[in-house]
T-cell receptor, first 112, second 118 residues
């Protein structure tokens, strides 16, 4: 059974720092991996989607990498801003299903 | 990008009543819609998968008679929490999948519905 883990559970950094969020999954047979952002009491916003054949995806200050064989993905946020404060969730889609399996998230606080 | 709406955004009801939550894909046809439940400071847990015109597929441990799902059209799915109790209080989020590929092969999430059962 696929399990997705995110470390750290919470992170507080001063504005301007570069930071890395980690996601690991137990079964490497995934179709793709996706990073989402969730603001308090809100739905999910997709940030980056990495297909299983890809190594990384970039969007603005965000860069996500995928090492399928080791079951890991990282989300790199450059020059963090207070507006980046949110919960970041990673989710994997398995080969045989359209279902997404989510990690428990990392709650990020960027202090001004 | 694709937009998914949910209604209502927030509902408070008395124990024993039933509550219906709507999920709509506004600018695309959703082949499949998913219903998730999220407790405070926890991740999303998939409750069920619904395909237009067919019965929903429920995840293990989810009571199908309590959480009724209807996917009557390619743009609308409803979740009805029957005889709601305080332990059903949660944040319910739907998502819709349009059957794309590559960069569009993703689920689009609604803004969520906060259910509070008194």
């Amino acid at each position: 059974k696929q399990e997705v883990t995110q470390i750290p559970a919470a992170l507080s950094v001063p504005e301007g720092e570069n930071l890395v969020l980690n996601c690991s999954f137990t079964d490497s047979a995934i179709y793709n991996l996706q990073w989402f952002r969730q603001d308090p009491g809100k739905g999910l916003t997709s940030l980056l989607l990495i297909q299983s054949s890809q190594r990384e995806q970039t969007s603005g200050r965000l860069n996500a990498s995928l090492d399928k064989s080791s079951g890991r993905s990282t989300l790199y946020i450059a020059a963090s801003q207070p507006g980046d404060s949110a919960t970041y969730l990673c989710a994997v889609r398995e080969d045989s299903s359209y279902k997404l399996i989510f990690g428990s998230g990392t709650r990020l606080l960027v202090r001004p | 990008g694709a937009v998914v709406s949910q209604h209502p955004s927030r509902v408070i009801c008395k124990s024993g009543t039933s509550v219906k939550i709507e999920c709509r894909s506004l600018d695309f046809q959703a082949t499949t819609m998913f219903w998730y439940r999220q407790f405070p400071k926890q991740s999303l847990m998939l409750m069920a998968t619904s395909n237009e015109g067919s019965k929903a597929t429920y995840e293990q441990g989810v009571e199908k008679d309590k959480f009724l799902i209807n996917h009557a059209s390619l743009t609308l799915s409803t979740l009805t929490v029957t005889s709601a109790h305080p332990e059903d209080s949660s944040f319910y989020i739907c998502s819709a999948w349009g059957g794309g590929s590559g960069s569009t092969d993703t689920q689009y999430f609604g803004p969520g519905t906060r259910l509070t059962v008194l």
